[in-house]
């Protein structure tokens, strides 16, 4: 039996493979690939193929599945990932981590939900309040960092534009107590400028298109995406995401995560104030530059709960400090644009990382005395964002493919170096591997 469904859907693990060559391992991936099989084992690693569809594996049918069985005994999957890595850290009480890489658009971010989906879903479903509350706000989180970290790209309408590590604490008993969120590299440019067939980060469209007429028209906002500077490229593009339906689910996360009103209306007054900055337009009299249109600056005020002339002041001018003095330098035409493009930038990056802060304050571990309940331990899931290349590459790209090529090659050091320094050690016979 396990012949005949070895040959009908390929090799389920590549170390099974009688000859290893590129050819051979593609045709493998794509037989399984093509019989619905999008994952397939390399020993301990899972390598997985993004279907770019919903597919029925995830269901409380296949979790039981996987529950607490050992790697190999059921096909290939995330779940025995997952819960190799919770057996694990049950029964040695140390920590480990799942480590998710590929290129953008291979299905990291969707992976790192469903592994923890897994987790949440396996651990003790006693009705012990805490650790319910625990379990949910895991969950809740993810849609509202993806909301405001994620963004349509031309590979994938729901890339991640930040990268994320994300610890799980656990009792002594294999109960979630708590988490705590990391992020790199917010792709912050993003706020002001697109490759073309991109859109601006999630966020902005939700707002537009989700919010009621009076959260709009208390941010002096409007729904047509195209008259906003900083987003008008991505405006028009066609994608099956559902801003207006997405802005509900963030808000209601926000909600149940623990965020008051205030602070969720504050956030759509920051995001507002962005917007209102890409309007902004600058002319010159003589050497002069002047703000075109006042009435814009009087909004971002309104919006920042500040004076209308501080912040014409920080957009026409700026600090130079000369020895002992402090005087104000008045900015040219294309300093005052670049001023107010990098102004957005740091407003958005400042909130999201508030965002990540303010989740990490409501989901760490809380009250657990180590004295009386044993050593904590932590799965971690990293999730950065993928190697691309394009036509025209920021800083921050070479940043994100410097961090994904030093991930590979961390992943050579544990699969490869490693391996063969204790084949050699045990005496063990073997044809060596070279690498990079």
């Given at each position: 039996?396990?012949?005949?469904?070895?040959?009908?859907?390929?090799?389920?693990?590549?170390?099974?493979?009688?000859?290893?060559?590129?050819?051979?391992?593609?045709?493998?991936?794509?037989?399984?690939?093509?019989?619905?099989?999008?994952?397939?084992?390399?020993?301990?690693?899972?390598?997985?193929?993004?279907?770019?569809?919903?597919?029925?594996?995830?269901?409380?049918?296949?979790?039981?599945?996987?529950?607490?069985?050992?790697?190999?005994?059921?096909?290939?999957?995330?779940?025995?990932?997952?819960?190799?890595?919770?057996?694990?850290?049950?029964?040695?009480?140390?920590?480990?981590?799942?480590?998710?890489?590929?290129?953008?658009?291979?299905?990291?971010?969707?992976?790192?939900?469903?592994?923890?989906?897994?987790?949440?879903?396996?651990?003790?479903?006693?009705?012990?309040?805490?650790?319910?509350?625990?379990?949910?706000?895991?969950?809740?989180?993810?849609?509202?960092?993806?909301?405001?970290?994620?963004?349509?790209?031309?590979?994938?309408?729901?890339?991640?534009?930040?990268?994320?590590?994300?610890?799980?604490?656990?009792?002594?008993?294999?109960?979630?107590?708590?988490?705590?969120?990391?992020?790199?590299?917010?792709?912050?440019?993003?706020?002001?400028?697109?490759?073309?067939?991109?859109?601006?980060?999630?966020?902005?469209?939700?707002?537009?298109?989700?919010?009621?007429?009076?959260?709009?028209?208390?941010?002096?906002?409007?729904?047509?995406?195209?008259?906003?500077?900083?987003?008008?490229?991505g405006a028009q593009l066609k994608s099956t995401i559902n801003d207006a339906a997405e802005f509900k689910v963030v808000a209601d996360a926000m909600k149940v995560i623990g965020f008051k009103p205030e602070e969720i209306q504050t956030v759509y007054k920051i995001l507002a104030t962005i917007l209102h900055l890409g309007n902004l337009k600058f002319v010159v009299d003589g050497d002069t530059p002047l703000i075109e249109n006042g009435?814009?600056?009087?909004?971002?005020?309104?919006?920042?709960?500040?004076?209308?002339?501080?912040?014409?002041?920080?957009?026409?001018?700026?600090?130079?400090?000369?020895?002992?003095?402090?005087?104000?330098?008045?900015?040219?035409?294309?300093?005052?644009?670049?001023?107010?493009?990098?102004?957005?930038?740091?407003?958005?990056?400042?909130?999201?990382?508030?965002?990540?802060?303010?989740?990490?304050?409501?989901?760490?571990?809380?009250?657990?005395?180590?004295?009386?309940?044993?050593?904590?331990?932590?799965?971690?899931?990293?999730?950065?964002?993928?190697?691309?290349?394009?036509?025209?590459?920021?800083?921050?790209?070479?940043?994100?493919?410097?961090?994904?090529?030093?991930?590979?090659?961390?992943?050579?050091?544990?699969?490869?170096?490693?391996?063969?320094?204790?084949?050699?050690?045990?005496?063990?016979?073997?044809?060596?591997?070279?690498?990079?």
């Open positions: 039996m396990a012949e005949q469904e070895s040959l009908e859907f390929g090799k389920a693990d590549f170390v099974l493979m009688d000859t290893v060559s590129m050819p051979e391992f593609m045709a493998n991936l794509r037989l399984r690939f093509e019989k619905g099989r999008i994952y397939t084992f390399i020993g301990e690693v899972v390598v997985s193929v993004n279907p770019y569809k919903s597919l029925n594996i995830y269901g409380r049918d296949t979790v039981e599945q996987y529950k607490g069985r050992e790697l190999y005994e059921r096909p290939p999957h995330l779940f025995a990932i997952a819960d190799a890595a919770y057996k694990a850290m049950k029964r040695r009480s140390k920590d480990t981590c799942i480590v998710i890489s590929g290129e953008s658009g291979a299905g990291k971010t969707e992976a790192s939900k469903y592994i923890m989906q897994y987790i949440a879903a396996i651990t003790n479903p006693s009705q012990r309040a805490e650790v319910e509350r625990v379990k949910n706000m895991l969950l809740k989180s993810n849609c509202v960092l993806e909301a405001f970290g994620n963004a349509k790209t031309n590979r994938n309408d729901n890339s991640s534009r930040f990268g994320k590590y994300m610890d799980i604490n656990f009792d002594f008993k294999g109960d979630p107590i708590g988490g705590h969120i990391n992020n790199y590299l917010l792709e912050k440019s993003r706020v002001i400028v697109q490759q073309p067939g991109e859109r601006s980060f999630h966020s902005f469209y939700q707002l537009l298109q989700g919010g009621s007429e009076q959260i709009l028209r208390s941010l002096h906002l409007q729904k047509s995406l195209s008259s906003y500077n900083y987003i008008h490229v009435k814009v600056v009087s909004i971002i005020a309104e919006l920042l709960s500040t004076k209308t002339d501080m912040v014409e002041k920080a957009l026409l001018y700026r600090t130079v400090a000369t020895g002992r003095d402090i005087i104000d330098k008045q900015h040219t035409e294309q300093e005052a644009s670049y001023g107010r493009d990098a102004f957005a930038k740091a407003i958005y990056e400042r909130l999201f990382c508030w965002i990540v802060t303010r989740i990490n304050d409501i989901i760490e571990v809380k009250n657990y005395d180590t004295t009386i309940h044993g050593k904590n331990t932590v799965i971690g899931v990293l999730d950065i964002y993928g190697f691309e290349i394009f036509d025209n590459n920021s800083f921050e790209q070479f940043c994100i493919n410097y961090c994904n090529e030093k991930l590979q090659q961390l992943f050579i050091q544990l699969v490869l170096k490693q391996e063969q320094e204790e084949y050699q050690r045990e005496g063990i016979p073997w044809k060596h591997v070279g690498f990079l």
